[in-house]
């Protein structure tokens, strides 16, 4: 058992490596700069007509929807960043779920501002109903996540058993399996997407939300990842308290996950409750730790 928890650390250490995350770091920059270039090309080559798409391409109609991709782009990092934090504590991968969620409905927000109309009654149009609901939910998620990040600098600083240590060898284990199988996924989502986008077109299909388009799938696989960690962290605690307040956070995984098969205000108001559920577990846990 020792050569495996070994065999997890070293490999977990040499993938995400400091080194290897300020050469993901730099790649993310710079792929989000060319793609917001050729994105911006594109818009601005569709609009004089020098090609045509054979499906309906929302995203290449307004310039403003460039800021679509290099955001894109970001919350892949985002999850790389995930991934990295997994091993460290239950707190501070919900935070950076949190966190990947709220630019995700930025993301969207960039997306949907070209589907405004000024010409109708503001509230009877979708598009713009979705747009309110999103600014004012990123303005409460933003607040509620910060609210939460200040709790969780309060926790305090817990040296490192032996028993701790092998829970925290178990969780690099998750990080290192979770890696190529969030990358097979994220290929296969957007593959099946492209292909899609070209069914729709010959067969009057419903396409996908974009915006949806891998997230369904990682927020799934993030919830099984999350309640393996649960599991196994039974075997290293036995404190009521820690085991309501791990399991508090699985279920705010579930609200985000759910809030993907939802539109307009449900979705939003789905976030911000998994958001506040999570204050509200890590307040008690807080005050239940201060008592004993």
Same mark, same amino acid.
Request: hydrophobic share 50%; with cysteine; net charge positive.
């Given at each position: ?9 070293t490999?977990?250490?040499?993938i ?9 770091e ?12 050729i ?6 080559s ?7 798409t054979p499906f ?13 991709t ?7 990092y985002?999850?790389?960043l995930?991934i990295v934090? &997994?091993?460290?504590? +239950?707190?501070?991968?919900? !935070?950076? /779920?949190f ?6 409905? *930025? @993301? ?18 979708a ?10 939910g ?20 817990k ?17 290192v ?6 990358i ?7 593959s099946?997407?492209?292909?899609e ?23 799934t696989?993030?919830i &099984?990842?999350?309640? +393996?960690?649960?599991?196994? !962290?039974? /075997?290293y605690?036995?404190?009521?308290s820690?085991? *309501? @307040? ?15 098969a939802?539109s ?11 958001v ?9 846990y807080?005050a ?5």
């Amino acid at each position: 058992m020792a050569n495996t928890y070994n065999f997890f650390d070293t490999a977990f250490d040499r993938i995400f490596s400091d080194k290897n995350q300020k050469r993901i770091e730099r790649a993310t920059l710079w792929f989000s700069i060319i793609g917001f270039i050729i994105h911006l090309i594109l818009i601005y080559s569709k609009k004089f007509e020098l090609f045509q798409t054979p499906f309906e391409a929302r995203l290449l109609e307004d310039p403003i929807s460039a800021i679509y991709t290099p955001f894109s782009i970001i919350l892949v990092y985002e999850i790389y960043l995930l991934i990295v934090y &997994l091993p460290r504590s +239950f707190t501070t991968a919900v !935070s950076k /779920q949190f966190e990947i969620i709220s630019l995700i409905i *930025i @993301r969207r927000i960039f997306g949907d501002i070209p589907k405004v109309s000024l010409d109708v009654n503001w509230f009877e149009y979708a598009a713009n109903r979705q747009l309110i609901y999103d600014l004012a939910g990123i303005l409460l998620l933003y607040f509620l996540i910060y609210l939460f990040n200040q709790r969780r600098e309060k926790l305090p600083k817990k040296d490192l058993s032996n028993r701790l240590k092998r829970f925290v060898s178990s969780k690099k284990a998750v990080s290192v399996v979770l890696l190529p199988v969030l990358i097979f996924t994220s290929i296969y989502s957007i593959s099946t997407w492209f292909i899609e986008l070209f069914m729709v077109n010959e067969n009057t299909l419903e396409l996908s939300d974009i915006n949806a388009v891998f997230y369904n799938e990682f927020f799934t696989i993030l919830i &099984l990842a999350d309640v +393996f960690i649960l599991l196994l !962290s039974f /075997q290293y605690t036995e404190r009521y308290s820690q085991l *309501i @307040r791990n399991t508090g956070f699985v279920i705010c995984t579930i609200l985000i996950r759910l809030s993907f098969a939802t539109s307009g205000l449900t979705n939003v108001l789905l976030i911000l409750s998994s958001v506040l559920f999570g204050l509200l577990i890590l307040r008690i846990y807080q005050a239940i730790e201060k008592e004993s």
